[in-house]
């Protein structure tokens, strides 16, 4: 038998709630693997969560994981999904039951499952050793060297230390939290010569220091691509979220020199998004992150470039070249544009809110801060799907979550299954017609100032976490002037821009503009900042799709 690529003792795990079969499924594979593989057991999904985190945290690599389907509170296929956001690079099998493989044909699906087994299982030798040994040949395969961890050290309520944390967890760069208080936090101040006023802290995995970092800086040390390689593109994609990611995915797969551009972090509101439960081939949901996550390696596997932290200032026009402007001064160019740059959560105008952003008050998921709310009251402003995804997510953390909407109930705006879901749980509540007026603390938040709209009653509520999921905002102001908008900034696009059949103003061709064309020959739009989309991951992916297209059907006219 082969020998791990790594000389690091790689793990083999076994997760079982069945004591005896933890055991015998444990003797069966150190009896084969044991001399070149560490095995390790547990008997519940959260432990062996809790273990892989460990074993991530220390390097050591995860070859395949075993999880038995019927288990009680988290069952094999729900546990295999969160293992993939930990060990994405672990083969999957689920050990089951005969009455359970429809089960486990559907997992397959939802979790790239690599295998089942039947109980029982003996001989090993005949049903569990060849198939272990095909997926250990698959994984040594591939490079699963551990990964180094960047070391971020900063204060619990400060918002610039939440940003930090907030951009690696997002951009999938592996790090490890340490607060200024505690003694190993001290110690990594020290060993970088720092007095702790200037935090956060952020220790790259090359030992370099960085104090304060913007993200720019951030990005480029820590191994994120920020510079382009050429100067001019067929195909330039702004911004990273489904329509942007999909965009990138179809240019670039049908030979398209294509570069995608990122102000923070791909994936957009749908990839802090806790779980997406309604995207078409995912039946048991799936993580925002993972969905971005594979929709970003599919797009560079194609040979699409991804620039992230890069903020784009301006778009112009020069002749048959289309040239996108960054912050920093520079620029490339392209023949081609598609505008993918979504929506921001508007601001809580609520007295207060402004001075606490990051120190309690929170806008969107910030799934980052989720495992800190454990056993305290959680307040939610929304009502629609990212409100209804974040309360579902929280609740399995909080004591308790309250959803504050200023309708009637949640009907109105946020889809069936989530309105059911939050009717069934025990710990998440619905304050109807109801606003937060005003945020209390001094250097974080401590309570609100809750008023009845219908009433005008106010009360006090203690709190210490708020999350705003209020309407949207299209991050369009840098366009104006170049491409038309709506009266609220989104882009308007295709047939909307012409007037009873004729041309668009100042339009220079003689055809009219293609379906998701702007006003602005060979600039497209896709997703949430098109004026009257449908605002929906599926159709956002569809948009970016149909964009590329017409990109091809706009260059072979050119």
């Known amino acids: 038998m082969a020998q791990p690529t790594d000389t690091a003792r790689t793990v083999l795990m076994t997760v079982d709630d069945d004591p005896g079969v ?22 519940s999904g959260d432990s062996a969560l809790a273990a892989l985190r460990e074993l991530k945290l220390r390097g ?21 999904e969160r293992a993939m956001d930990v060990y994405p690079g672990a083969r999957r099998v689920l050990l089951t039951a005969y009455a359970d493989t429809g089960a486990a044909i559907d ?7 690599d295998h089942y087994l039947l109980k029982p299982w003996d001989p090993p030798e005949e049903k569990l050793y ?4 095909d997926l250990l040949a698959v994984w040594r395969a591939g490079d ?10 900063g204060h619990r309520w400060s918002a610039r230390s939440s940003d930090v944390r907030e951009f690696l967890a997002r951009n999938q760069v592996p790090y490890r939290w340490y607060s200024a208080e505690e003694p190993e936090g001290r110690r990594l101040l020290a060993a970088a010569g720092q007095d702790g006023l200037r935090l956060p802290l952020v220790i790259t995995p090359d030992g370099g220091v960085l104090v304060e970092p913007e993200a720019p800086e951030l990005a480029a ?14 195909l330039v994609v702004i911004g990273g979220g489904p329509a942007g990611l999909g965009s990138a995915v179809y240019g670039a797969s049908e030979g398209l020199r294509t570069v995608l551009v990122e102000r923070s972090a791909t994936g957009g509101q749908a990839g802090q998004s806790s779980r997406i439960e309604n995207y078409l081939g995912f039946p048991d949901g799936v993580s925002g992150a993972q969905l971005t996550d594979r929709a970003r390696r599919q797009a560079t596997r194609f040979g699409a470039e991804i620039l992230t932290a890069r903020e784009v200032t301006g778009l112009e026009v ?17 023949h081609s544009v598609i505008l993918a740059t979504g929506v921001q959560y508007r601001r809580l105008q609520a007295e207060g809110c402004a001075d606490l952003t990051g120190c309690g008050v929170f806008y969107g998921s910030a799934l980052t801060e989720a495992p800190s709310v454990q056993g305290h009251d959680v307040y939610i402003v929304g009502g629609a799907n990212s409100a209804g995804q974040a309360a579902m997510y929280l609740s399995r953390f909080a004591k308790s979550v309250t959803l504050l909407v200023r309708g009637a109930d949640l009907s109105a705006s946020m889809s069936h299954y989530l309105v059911q879901q939050i009717t069934e749980a025990p710990n998440i509540s619905v304050r109807a017609r109801t606003e937060v007026e005003a945020a209390h603390g001094a250097d974080r938040l401590e309570r609100l100032t809750l008023r009845r709209l219908d009433t005008g009653e106010r009360e006090e509520a203690d709190a210490q976490w708020l999350f705003v999921f209020i309407g949207a905002a299209p991050l369009t102001d840098w366009l104006d002037g170049t491409v038309r908008r709506d009266g609220r900034g989104f882009i308007v696009a295709g047939p909307d821009l012409t007037v009873d059949g004729g041309l668009p103003e100042g339009w220079e061709l003689d055809r009219p503009p293609y379906h998701l064309e702007t006003s602005v ?7 949430d900042a098109r004026a009257e989309s449908a605002k929906r991951v599926a159709s956002a992916v569809g948009e970016g799709a149909m964009a590329v297209m017409l990109v091809h059907r706009y260059l072979e006219q050119s």
């Open 107 to 113: 997992a397959i699906n939802v979790v790239d499952l």
């Open 221 to 234: 040390r820590v191994g994120l691509a920020t510079t382009p390689t050429a100067d001019f593109y067929d």
């Open 521 to 527: 020959p060979g600039v497209f739009v896709a997703g």
């Open 130 to 133: 060849p198939v272990v040994d």
């Open 60 to 80: 050591d690599p995860v070859a395949v994981i075993l999880a038995d389907y019927r288990m009680p509170v988290m069952n094999g296929i729900e546990f295999l």
């Open 22 to 43: 933890s055991r015998a499924v444990a003797r069966d594979l150190r009896r084969r693997y044991g001399a070149s593989y560490r095995v390790v057991r547990a008997e």
């Open 318 to 334: 020069s002749g048959a070249a289309r040239i996108v402007r960054f912050a920093d001064g520079s620029a490339i160019g392209a």
């Open 144 to 153: 699963h060297r551990p990964v180094p961890y960047t070391k971020v050290v």
